[in-house]
């Protein structure tokens, strides 16, 4: 880790992910490691991410009061799962959901670290809670463990090319490998 609390190495990531903590945290890391970590979920076959669709986006961007255009910007991916109970497809606003009403985080803060606002941030699941799931927005339902899938990013670890040329410095991921 470097001076800035910053995991500057994808082997240093490796090891907290193998050695999983005790309860689930997230971690920021250099724009290097956050590359690395997308490219090694690719080449581990774990990464099926779709699209946000315009109008999830827009629920989305009206949850945590960001425009819409800003949460385009972001290209927020999730590995297409959908509500066991009410068969909703579940996205990052599920995600968010959970984490504004556990009183985790707030709405705005979620937000802004889903726009990389806050750097590249890695989530790891801990061995000993299952408090990172997704809450269905439509009906409660919160049976779907964020552990090993699904997977979502965004921000600039979605794709690193020319069309998010306009994306802030930041991203967002989980480490499901």
């Given at each position: 880790m470097n001076d800035q609390g910053l995991i500057d190495s994808i082997e240093e990531l490796t090891s907290i992910a193998l050695s999983r903590p005790k309860?689930?945290?997230?971690?920021r890391v250099t724009e290097?490691?956050?590359?690395?970590?997308?490219?090694?979920?690719?080449?581990?076959?774990?990464?099926?991410?779709?699209?946000m669709t315009e109008s999830?986006?827009?629920?989305?961007?009206?949850?945590?009061?960001?425009?819409?255009?800003?949460?385009?910007?972001a290209h927020p991916c999730v590995?297409?799962?959908?509500?066991?109970?009410?068969?909703?497809?579940?996205?990052?606003?599920?995600?968010?959901?959970e984490a504004a009403s556990s009183g985790q985080h707030d709405k705005r803060f979620m937000g802004e670290v889903l726009l990389g606002k806050h750097g590249y941030v890695i989530t790891i699941n801990g061995v000993e809670d299952n408090t990172h799931v997704m809450r269905c927005v439509r009906?409660?339902?919160?049976?779907?463990?964020?552990?090993?899938?699904?997977?979502?990013?965004?921000g600039g670890c979605v794709e690193f090319s020319?069309?998010?040329?306009?994306?802030?410095q930041g991203g967002y991921a989980h480490c499901a490998w």
């Open positions: 309860l689930t945290r997230s971690y290097e490691v956050a590359v690395a970590n997308y490219s090694k979920m690719r080449e581990q076959g774990l990464e099926k991410l779709q699209p999830e986006m827009q629920e989305l961007g009206d949850y945590v009061g960001i425009d819409v255009s800003e949460i385009r910007n590995e297409p799962t959908d509500c066991p109970a009410c068969g909703r497809r579940l996205t990052f606003l599920d995600l968010i959901h009906c409660g339902d919160r049976t779907v463990n964020v552990q090993h899938g699904p997977c979502y990013h965004s020319a069309s998010n040329a306009s994306t802030p």
